[in-house]
């Protein structure tokens, strides 16, 4: 069965860096999500992503964060100046169009220290 | 913009009882109500969604039942087994990409 691939599994980094994270949805999607799950909390949208533009953003992706599709099968999110707020997991999904099922990847977990 | 609400935020049961998991949404134009599992340190995973043209939907031992007129959604887990035991998250669609709110979850607990 297809999946949606993260990487990294976990990352590290010190705060102000810049990070990049990866997701490779699956082929033949269209629509792709980027969503936080702080431990211990609910799963919260970032923002989506269709035809090469952001769909719709949340408040939680203000101009510290960025999306990009550089090719045709990554999706990367990219948090400018990290923040020890920004430690959470970070989950991409992908689905066939926007009435259809959201896969899920299995997560990057990103540390600020 | 939407708002999930979800209860019970624990729930224990003791194997091959039912456990009942409720959620109301707030956007009439929600259409679309998934439900994921969540196990510790993984991703959450679909087990069962429901579209606003039905009622109710079942699969094997799951179940979920939709009332759109009062905005709640419910999902019912019949003869539970300790493998169950995870976190179950609601979710409602909204937006052009329909993007998921999601609700606070529910810790259940099969005990034997």
């Known amino acids: 069965e297809p999946e949606v691939t993260q990487t990294p599994s976990h990352q590290v980094t010190q705060m102000g860096q810049e990070v990049i994270l990866r997701c490779v949805p699956i082929s033949n999607h269209l629509y792709f999500y980027w969503y936080r799950q702080i431990l211990g909390q609910k799963v919260e949208f970032l923002v989506s992503f269709y035809n090469n533009e952001i769909s719709e953003k949340s408040e939680i992706f203000d101009d510290q964060f960025s999306v990009e599709r550089p090719d045709g099968s990554n999706f990367t999110l990219k948090i400018r100046s990290t923040k020890l707020e920004d430690s959470a997991m970070y989950f991409c999904a992908s689905a066939a169009d926007s009435k259809n099922i959201q896969y899920f990847g299995a997560g990057t977990r990103l540390s600020v220290l | 913009g939407e708002n999930v609400e979800q209860h019970p935020s624990t729930l224990s049961v003791q194997e091959g009882d039912s456990a009942v998991i409720k959620c109301t949404y707030s956007?009439?134009?929600?259409?679309?109500f998934p439900w994921y599992k969540q196990e510790l340190g993984k991703r959450p995973q679909l087990i069962i969604d429901i579209r606003s043209n039905v009622g109710e939907k079942k699969d094997q031992r799951i179940a979920v039942t939709l009332n759109k007129t009062a905005k709640h959604f419910s999902l019912h887990i019949t003869e539970t087994q300790p493998e169950d035991s995870a976190v179950y998250f609601c979710a409602a669609n909204t937006g052009t990409a329909s993007k998921l709110t999601f609700g606070t979850g529910t810790r259940l607990q099969v005990t034997l």
């Open positions: 956007d009439s134009a929600s259409n679309y």
